[in-house]
């Protein structure tokens, strides 16, 4: 496994000194528009091949606003130790040519610039989608999903979506990671056959219990409904929150993050559940 090291930067309100000056929203795909383009591929008999971008963020122009980066050991150990560079002084910053992860504009700028490399590439964005693409290629129909920077390319000619792929790639400094036959996207288990196309949440959910050494536990089918018992119910309103952080290191040894496991039970609902 060969170590990797990403520089970013920290520009939340709680820890940041990053000014923005522009929008920083940027899209993403709606989960009833991801199963869209999967059944359409599967109603076309398309096959549905995938990429991403090593290092999205960085591949972007810088914001407007000028920002600079505090040099930390780390860095400075890898400039003169690996590159052989002369030392840093104590106190120097960095200007920052790219967008950087961690930047609340680099999302923005990032979209910005894959969106007018795919535009350049003659693709379309739907109306009510705009992380879907669309265009014909020899009289072909591709279908194009962007989510961030993972892409899923579906068309009838797997060799067109394979030089769409290319294309891409040759506009971008780190060449794209082609994933060939998707089988995985965005969480999900994509199953790609002759005849159909299944999603589904195995693996998430796997690993979710796995997580929670639910492994073993026995299931239920039908839900366990609360107590009624206004008793109970008043206990567990007014239980009180842990007061220290120990309090709540032990509580979370003890139990289970609750939250957490509620969460990720609605995120596979969401997926992959039917409208």
């Not at 690996?82 to 910053?93: A, D, F, T, Y």
């Not at 989608?129 to 020899?138: D, M």
Request: proline content about 7%.
């Amino acid at each position: 496994i060969t170590p990797k090291a990403r520089g970013t930067c920290n520009g939340g309100k709680r820890y940041g000194k990053a000014v923005t000056l522009a929008h920083t929203y940027a899209s993403c795909v709606e989960q009833p528009g991801a199963r869209i383009f999967w059944s359409l591929s599967a109603l076309h008999g398309m096959t549905v091949l995938g990429a991403d971008a090593g290092n999205a963020f960085a591949e972007a122009p810088p914001p407007v606003q000028p920002f600079y980066m505090a040099i930390d050991d780390q860095f400075r150990n890898w400039w003169t130790e690996s590159l052989g560079n002369e030392p840093i002084p104590q106190g120097h910053v960095l200007p920052v040519k790219h967008a950087m992860q961690g930047h609340p504009e680099a999302p923005r700028l990032w979209e910005k610039h894959i969106v007018q490399i795919l535009e350049k590439l003659g693709f379309a964005s739907t109306t009510h989608e705009k992380c879907i693409y669309q265009k014909t290629v020899a009289g072909h129909k591709v279908l194009f999903l962007r989510q961030v920077d993972d892409f899923a390319v579906a068309c009838s000619d797997p060799g067109i979506s394979k030089e769409i792929i290319r294309q891409i790639g040759a506009q971008l400094q780190v060449p794209l990671n082609d994933l060939g036959t998707l089988t995985k996207f965005n969480g999900l288990d994509i199953v790609q056959t002759r005849d159909y196309t299944k999603i589904h949440c195995q693996s998430f959910l796997t690993k979710v219990l796995k997580q929670h050494g639910w492994e073993e536990t026995i299931t239920q089918h039908n839900p366990v409904p609360i107590r009624n018992d206004t008793t109970y119910h008043a206990q567990m309103e007014g239980a009180l929150l842990p007061a220290t952080p120990e309090e709540a290191q032990q509580l979370q040894e003890e139990h289970f993050n609750y939250r957490q496991a509620i969460g990720e039970a609605i995120y596979a609902m969401t997926v992959e559940g039917p409208d």
